[in-house]
């Protein structure tokens, strides 16, 4: 389809001649109306004629298109835009094109040469701009262009003026590409080469003659399309041909250590080091920049190998880095937290807890009969597993550790947590994703590592981890935590989108919401969450907060969601933490200490869907999420129900894990339904069925509706036996401890589901 402009209205400044008179010819040849601007001045800026205007509208006009002239210097950049609202009621795209010379030899240049390649060229494009923008911002749809030149990018003899004036436009359409983008303003700048009568003193008439404005005006008309999604690019063109500029820098070299002074001989010793561009990185962004820049101040206070570059950990945008098949399945090493109920209590308090309301003291006084620990104080332990910086360690997963983001979490308790003890976690990359490049990631979680926050909605190659971690107590696997990370810059390397490993996030019913609770934070909610164990300066040194674009320090995201989360426990739950079984949510923004917190919830069955917002602002801060809750005595009166605990349970439970982790693979080896009945002193207890036959699998409770293929009975000791190794099937079928009913050959096939399981 070819590209049309039929409803737009262009603005082109200095259109009388050269490359704006092409632009102008082209837009009108595709539809676009256009207003023809040109002062008519010679090619120092002195004089003014309406003839160069007037020409190309005739031109235009006799060619049957739209077009009218306008005479301003572009130093009246309102008059401009007004003659494109007077004539076409709008104003749709603006190309900055105007331009004059005044080449003199640096020292010869004088402040009228100056001042004038700065009013035309810098001054008048921004006058021009800043008129349109307000309707291009109204309208949700803005194009537009600044001419550079090649003696801004790289210096050129005699051309002081003009140099500082056109780079000088590239610094000013990289904002504007910021300011913009959500407005659908895009705004790309070009470095032109064409004959024309300012290259015709410095080109010879040949080249002049072949280097034609028509090489350049299509790339033009492309960056100004709706279709056209460049936005804050610099490109130079001519001769028909286009190639894209960008930034590199160095690795770099750290000149500093800790405790000592930064010296000029250390700078010296460096000097090769800072200017090496092997391995070169390409920041795109103040953020990107900055980031490797603050790394470095942690990097030296904790001594860290400071003959590195900031960015030694491998380049962010490297895709040579990430290798899933290497790192998929690596075990972070195992971490041990050990905690008395000082710690429960504190956690407790940190997510708002207090003695004013009577039913939290189960959860603030050791002395109380229910005394018992918070459930999502279930993330405290395994978060050491993944802060203690064993990822960038990992075979095939070379990642930058400051790019590393904490996205999403998903809890799930398999038995209520005890107040005091020493806890094992394991963690264990669950997949890895790419987001790709140019995939539009709303990447707004909190930085785990460093004190950033990233652009809110940044179109970087990213990549996605979602990172399983088990907690044990002695050999009891107590809870299951996802931590779902996104690393920025690190995809792009050809792995998939998306992952059943990953814990889904749920959108909320589309209903109002059935109950909503509101609670203030503290001004010291941060303060005290952190005592918790995530000493991220971000949350309380307000120059950290400063450094990631923050106002003050902010709430961590992980105190939000132990607000929300015993929001639940409270209305739905009656602060039973044993009702407690699972919770997923996604962090969107960030909340400071001293708002509200405000979560909506919904309630569908067993799962609490829950939304959190900031009270004060409305902003939505945790997305996507709910929690599960064991049914009540009433509900689940209908199910057999177990006397005491069955060891069974937490079996099943990590089986059920692992169909949820990788069903898919199972139902195509296994291709069967299980059936199992549990029995204590004789009494069937508990039912379960593994369905490893239909969709991606599953893992039922109770009664089924559908057939088994095989079904097994044993006591809730005997399975143990048999599932620890300690008792051969076989045997406990012979001597009649296990009973089997239909497929006997089938319960060969159950190895699958519970190999490899060293803990079970
Ligand atoms: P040109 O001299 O043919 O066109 C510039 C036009 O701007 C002229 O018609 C002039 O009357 C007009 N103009 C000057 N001051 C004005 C003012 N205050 N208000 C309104 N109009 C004004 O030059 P050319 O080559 O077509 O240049 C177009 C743009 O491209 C300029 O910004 C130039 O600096 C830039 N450029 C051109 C290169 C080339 O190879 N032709 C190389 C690099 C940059």
New binding site residues.
């Given amino acids: 389809m070819s590209l049309t402009f039929d409803r737009r209205v262009v603005l082109v400044?200095?259109?009388?001649?050269?490359?704006?008179?092409e632009y102008a010819l082209a837009f009108a040849e595709r539809g676009a109306s256009v207003v023809v601007?040109?002062?008519?001045?010679?090619?120092k800026?002195g004089g003014k004629s309406s003839a160069?205007a007037d020409k190309v509208v005739d031109e235009i006009k006799a060619k049957g298109g739209k077009a009218v002239a306008n005479y301003?210097?572009?130093?009246d950049g309102e008059k401009l835009v007004q003659a494109a609202l007077d004539a076409f009621g709008r104003i749709d795209i603006v190309v900055?094109?105007?331009?004059?010379?005044r080449d003199r030899s640096f020292i010869r240049t004088s402040d009228l040469d100056w001042d004038l390649i700065h009013?035309?060229?810098l001054r008048?494009s921004f006058l021009v701009t800043r008129a349109a923008w307000n309707h291009m911002k109204k309208q949700k749809f803005g194009r537009i262009i600044m001419?550079?030149?090649?003696?801004g990018i790289y210096g050129n003899f005699g051309q002081a003026n003009?140099s500082a004036a056109?780079l000088g436009l590239l610094g000013l359409s990289n904002t504007l590409a910021i300011e913009g983008r959500k407005y659908n303003i895009h705004c790309n700048t070009i470095?032109?080469?064409?004959?024309?009568?300012?290259?015709e003193t410095v080109?010879p008439p040949d080249l002049v003659a072949a280097?034609k404005?028509e090489y350049v005006a299509p790339m033009v008309l492309w960056l100004c399309h709706e279709q056209c999604q460049e936005n804050g690019g610099l490109f130079e063109v001519?001769a028909g041909w286009i190639g894209k500029l960008r930034w590199e820098r160095t690795q770099g070299g750290i000149t500093r250590q800790r405790n000592q002074p930064m010296t000029p001989e250390a700078v010296r010793d460096q000097w090769d080091k800072v200017c090496d561009f092997t391995d070169a990185t390409k920041p795109t962004s103040v953020q990107e920049s900055l980031q490797s820049i603050v790394s470095v101040l942690s990097k030296v206070e904790s001594g860290q190998d400071v003959d590195a570059g900031p960015t030694s950990a491998p380049a962010a945008s490297s895709t040579s880095g990430i290798n899933p098949t290497a790192a998929v399945g690596q075990k972070l090493p195992p971490t041990t937290f050990s905690f008395s109920h000082t710690q429960c209590i504190l956690y407790a308090l940190g997510v708002g807890m207090s003695t004013k309301d009577p039913d939290h003291l189960r959860f603030l006084y050791e002395g109380h009969p229910d005394f018992g620990c918070l459930p999502t104080f279930g993330v405290i332990p395994s978060q050491a597993a993944m802060m203690d910086g064993g990822l960038s360690s990992l075979p095939g997963l070379k990642i930058d550790l400051t790019q590393v983001l904490h996205g999403e979490q998903y809890l799930e308790l398999y038995k209520s947590l005890p107040t005091s003890g020493q806890l094992t976690s394991e963690a264990t990359i669950a997949d890895i994703l790419d987001k790709g490049s140019g995939a539009v990631i709303l990447l707004e979680g909190e930085r785990v590592l460093t004190v950033f926050h990233p652009p809110d909605c940044t179109a970087v190659k990213s990549l996605s981890l979602p990172l399983s971690v088990n907690t044990y107590s002695g050999d009891e696997l107590l809870c299951f935590n996802q931590f779902s990370v996104f690393v920025v810059g690190a995809g792009g390397f050809g792995g998939k989108r998306t992952s059943e490993k990953a814990k889904p996030l749920v959108p909320p019913p589309q209903r109002a919401p059935d109950v909503v609770l509101v609670d203030s934070t503290t001004n010291d909610q941060a303060a005290l969450y952190r005592l918790s164990g995530d000493w991220n300066p971000l949350h309380i040194d307000p120059s950290f907060a400063a450094m990631g674009g923050f106002q003050a320090p902010i709430l961590h995201g992980l105190c939000s969601f132990g607000f929300a989360a015993r929001h639940v426990l409270k209305q739905f739950a009656g602060n039973d933490p044993g009702r407690f079984k699972a919770i997923k949510v996604r962090f969107v923004k960030p909340v400071m200490p001293g708002q509200s917190l405000q979560t909506e919830m919904w309630k569908e069955g067993s799962r609490v869907h829950i939304q959190c917002k900031v009270k004060e602002t409305g902003a939505v801060v945790l997305s996507g999420a709910y929690v599960d809750l064991h049914e009540t005595a009433e509900t689940s009166q209908c199910l057999p129900q177990a006397e005491g605990d069955l060891q069974s349970e937490l079996v099943f439970a990590e089986i059920g894990r692992r169909i949820q982790d990788s069903g898919g693979e199972l139902v195509k080896k296994v291709n069967a339904v299980f059936g199992w009945e549990i029995t204590k002193d004789g009494k069937n207890v508990a039912e379960w069925t593994i369905d490893l036959k239909n969709g991606s699998g599953a893992l039922h409770r109770g009664a089924y509706g559908g057939k088994t293929d095989v079904t097994f009975t044993a006591s809730d000791e005997d399975f143990m036996e048999v599932v620890q190794g300690k008792l051969n099937p076989q045997k406990a079928f012979f001597s009649g401890k296990l009973k089997i009913r239909g497929n006997v050959m089938l319960g060969q096939k159950l190895e699958v589901i519970l190999k490899d399981h060293a803990r079970l």
């Fill in positions: 400044t200095g259109a009388g001649g050269g490359l704006g008179k601007n040109d002062l008519g001045a010679d090619s800026g160069a301003d210097s572009v130093e900055n094109n105007a331009g004059i010379l009013r035309v060229h008048g001419t550079a030149s090649a003696a003009y056109k470095a032109p080469v064409a004959g024309s009568r300012l290259t080109m280097l404005p001519g």
